[in-house]
Structures are given as C-alpha cells and as structure tokens.
C-alpha cells in the first residue's frame, strides 16, 4: 500500500511538474529567440538609415555640379557601408545584405552570398518588399542546429519600399542560451521533485502509520493475542478515530469471551461435585440392588465416568482460553524426547511403539507447559486410533520461519470432509464413537498452540493413518 500510495503521489507531482516545466520552457525559447529578432530588426534599422537613396535626387536640381557632387557623395556611403557590413559580418558571424527591390546586391557581407530564394529567408525578404517587418519566425531550439535565424526590415523612402536590409544569423549561441536556461529550469524542478519525493514519504508514512499500526493489532488478535491494542498516535484524524473504535471493539470482543470462557469454566467446575455426588449415591443405591441389575448399574456408572471426562476437558479448555502465555525459545526436540518418555508406558500397554527424527537442536518460540500440554493432547489421540503393532512417529523439522513438529500414526485416518471438521469442539468422527473420548482434545490443543503464536494442522496419510502438525515460530515476531 505504501508502494502504490507513493506512485501515485509522485505520479501526479511529476504531472504537475511537467505541466509547469513545458510551457515554461517554452516561453524562455520563445523570448531568447525574441530577443534576438529584436536586436537583429533595431541592426536592420540601423543600416536602413546609412543607405543612400537609390536614385539620386541631384538630377532634379538642374545642375551638373550638384549632381555630380550628390554622386560622390553617395559613392561615399555605400563604400563606408560596405565596410560597416563586412564589418558587422566579421563581428557577429551573420550574414547580412542590403538589397535593392530587384534583389541586385548593395551592400553584402560575405560577398559572394545572395537574396535566398526558399525558405523562410525568402518569406522574410518578400514582407519586407512588401513593406512589414519579419515577424514569428520559425522557433529554434536546441535540437535543431542547421537553422539560421532570418530577420528583413524594409527601407522606406517618401512611403514607398525602395530595398530590404535582410540578415541570417547563426543560432548556435541563441540555441546555448536557451539550452542553458532549460538546464536550470530542469535543476529547479529536479529539487523540486526531490522535495516533493521526500514530502510525499513523510505524507505516506503519516496517513500509514496508523494503517500499519492497526494491521498489527488485528493479526495479533486473529493468531489469539488478545491484548493486543492500537496504541494512540498520529495521522489523519479519521485513522484516529477508526483505531479508537477499533480499541472500543476488541475490549468488547474481549468481555464477551472472557465471561463465555468464564461461564463454561464455572459450569463444568460446579457440575462437577453434583456429579461425583451423583456417582456416590448410584454406588451406594448398587449395594442395596438386588442381583441381576449389574449391568445397568455398570452403563450407568460408565456414562457417569464419561460425562466427568467431558466435563474435566470442558475445564481443561476454559482454561487453555483463559492462559496469556509468553512465549519463550524452547528446544522442541529436547521437549518432544521429554513427552515420549512419559507417554511411553501408554504406548507399551497398547502394543505401539513410539519414534523419533529430527535435528539435535531445535529452538523456537513456544510456552513449553502450554505446546507439552498440546502434544499430549495429539499423542493420547494417536495412540487411541494406531493398532497394535503400528508405530506412532514424531518428526522435528527446522524451517525457514517456523519449528514443526508432526506426528505420524497408522490409523483410520480421515476423509476430506472430515479433515475439514477435525478439531471441532466436541466433533468426532462417526466411524469412532465407540473410542473414548469427548472430541475436545484437539480443540485443547489447537487452543494452547495459538494462546503462543503457532498452529495445528491435519493432513492424510498415504496409506492409512493421519499427520496432524504443531508449529512454533522460529522467532519472535515471526
């Protein structure tokens, strides 16, 4: 979620960006190259007002001395033109041209250049001819370096266009100008990226932290810890409010199965002396029986020592429920070759043999009161089904994130849809009912394993039989 909270953020930061920088960049190009026809137009008018009229008005006088006066004079200027723009080409590196409308050359600089023909040169050419100014010219930027710049300005004498000053200027320092302008435009939205990148980590990290904080909490309550709650902190406002009333829901939650688990734990531990009063008084009333009456007074002591056994579980359960154990490394190993010396005489009487594999060493985090009473739980259940003869086998396996301990016997085993059951408060298989039992023993265990942070899980095994899993975390936190 950070992730794609993040790109989105960065995605629109750099449209924004993108938006601003465009045009921007843009309009620097546009008044750079503006600045240049500016200054190329004001060289233009310049050189307009050096140019001698073209027909000499001394002819008009009447006078030979005058006209021949006006004619040198005129000769005059248009060498000291000339000179200015051959002057002005070596200085600046631009083409430049002064043209009658004709297009016969009077003044150019290099010398042999001519009135261009196509392109926008001509285009220019023909406005000034045509009385106006060049005016937008093709915009240069930096990726077009075989562009001249064409600027012309007419030459206007008593109203009417008598020759066009017509300049072509290189537009590589144009195209510098413009490049560089671009690059510290480019800085400047670099740095701002950078500061929108790390505004939008600390945004990111500000409206998550309670998300984060809170997705902790719920997977602790949904793997049975249930004290765990979203400690108060910043964010949005509506975060703050949504963890509260998730504080407000698990304290509910919470009530509501301490007082069941209160509620059962009380009931199966009130029965119980009602019970052995009751089982007192049917031993006592068999003393008093006549002959011949044995075996109902044996079913009824059995059912009498069953709902005992059903109630001492329903404590045992209300009491696993009831545990906040901390869990603590465990050699599992060491625990697992601990239980089976205590279930072996069990074993024995049954005809079962009991076996082991594993690594020497197995270290995870378990409350080894809690996972022993766990593994018992899933002994006492293998040894009732194996036949005599069948092994029972307990597996200890290292894994990436997890110490897994299975047990393996040779029983009925079960079908899928009863794999789906098993572990069920009070479920047992209908093909079993004549086993002892109450069909809350995995039900003890499964509880014990998630009041630590682990696990059971069933499997079938091939050919007959059932692999039920106890797993551990390897660390905490895991």
């Known amino acids: 979620m950070r992730t794609r909270l993040l790109g989105i953020l960065l995605s629109l930061m750099a449209c924004v960006l993108a938006a601003l920088g465009l045009p921007l960049g843009a309009a620097v190009a546009a008044a750079e190259q503006s600045r240049v026809v500016v200054d190329r137009l004001d060289?233009?008018?310049r050189f307009a007002q050096d140019l001698p009229d073209p027909a000499p008005a001394a002819a008009a006088a009447g006078t030979p001395q005058t006209a021949t006066a006006q004619a040198t004079g005129d000769t005059s200027r248009r060498h000291a033109l000339r000179a200015e723009v051959a002057r002005y080409?070596?200085?600046?590196?631009?083409?430049?041209?002064?043209?009658?409308?004709d297009g016969s050359a009077i003044a150019i600089a290099?010398?042999?250049?001519?009135?261009?023909?196509?392109?926008?040169?001509?285009?220019?050419?023909?406005?000034?001819?045509?009385?106006?100014?060049?005016?937008?010219?093709?915009?240069?930027?930096?990726?077009?370096?075989?562009r001249t710049l064409a600027v012309a300005a007419p030459v206007v004498r008593d109203g009417d266009v008598v020759a066009v000053v017509l300049t072509e200027s290189p537009t590589g320092p144009l195209r510098s100008r413009v490049l560089n302008r671009w690059l510290f435009i480019g800085a400047g939205e670099a740095a701002a990226m950078i500061v929108a990148v790390l505004l939008a980590i600390r945004l990111t990290e500000?409206?998550?932290?309670?998300?984060?904080?809170?997705?902790?909490?719920?997977?602790?309550?949904?793997?049975?810890?249930m004290n765990a709650r979203v400690a108060p902190g910043g964010g949005p406002p509506e975060l703050q409010r949504l963890a509260g009333s998730f504080n407000e829901m698990a304290d509910?939650?919470?009530?509501?199965?301490?007082?069941?688990?209160?509620?059962?734990?009380?009931?199966?531990?009130?029965?119980?002396?009602?019970?052995?009063?009751?089982?007192?008084r049917v031993e006592l009333l068999g003393l008093e029986l006549p002959d011949g009456h044995e075996e109902e007074l044996g079913g009824v002591r059995e059912e009498g020592v069953r709902l005992a056994r059903v109630l001492d579980d329903l404590l045992g359960l209300a009491t696993a429920e009831?545990?906040?154990?901390?869990?603590?490394?465990?050699?599992?190993?060491?625990?697992?070759?601990a239980r089976m010396d205590a279930w072996r005489p069990v074993a024995d009487r049954r005809g079962v043999e009991l076996v082991w594999d594993g690594p020497p060493l197995a270290l995870g985090m378990a409350d080894p009161i809690g996972f022993g009473s766990a593994l018992d739980a899933v002994l006492d259940n293998a040894l009732k089904f194996s036949p005599r003869g069948a092994p029972v086998r307990l597996l200890?396996?290292?894994?990436?994130?997890?110490?897994?301990?299975?047990?393996?016997?040779?029983g009925p085993g079960l079908t899928e849809e009863e794999l789906a059951r098993?572990?069920?408060?009070?479920?047992?298989?209908?093909?079993?009912?004549?086993?002892?039992?109450?069909?809350?023993?995995?039900?003890?265990?499964?509880?014990?394993?998630?009041?630590?942070?682990?696990?059971?899980?069933?499997?079938?095994?091939?050919?007959?039989?059932?692999?039920?899993?106890?797993?551990?975390?390897?660390?905490?936190?895991?």
Not at 433 to 454: E, F
């Open 43 to 45: 060289d233009a008018a």
């Open 89 to 101: 080409h070596e200085l600046y590196g631009a083409r430049i041209g002064l043209f009658a409308r």
């Open 110 to 146: 290099p010398a042999d250049w001519q009135a261009p023909t196509t392109g926008w040169g001509a285009q220019a050419f023909q406005e000034a001819l045509d009385g106006r100014r060049s005016h937008n010219p093709p915009q240069v930027w930096p990726w077009t370096p075989d």
């Open 206 to 225: 500000w409206v998550l932290r309670p998300v984060r904080t809170l997705d902790r909490a719920t997977h602790d309550i949904a793997t049975g810890r």
């Open 252 to 280: 509910h939650v919470v009530l509501a199965l301490d007082q069941q688990k209160a509620f059962v734990a009380d009931a199966s531990h009130q029965l119980r002396n009602p019970l052995a009063a009751l089982l007192l």
């Open 322 to 337: 009831h545990a906040r154990p901390e869990p603590e490394p465990t050699d599992l190993t060491a625990l697992v070759l």
């Open 396 to 410: 200890v396996a290292v894994r990436r994130r997890e110490v897994a301990v299975t047990v393996y016997d040779a």
């Open 422 to 478: 098993v572990g069920d408060r009070f479920w047992r298989s209908p093909r079993h009912q004549n086993v002892d039992g109450s069909g809350l023993g995995l039900s003890i265990a499964r509880t014990l394993l998630l009041a630590g942070g682990g696990g059971l899980s069933f499997a079938p095994v091939e050919p007959a039989g059932l692999a039920v899993t106890l797993a551990v975390p390897r660390r905490s936190g895991d």
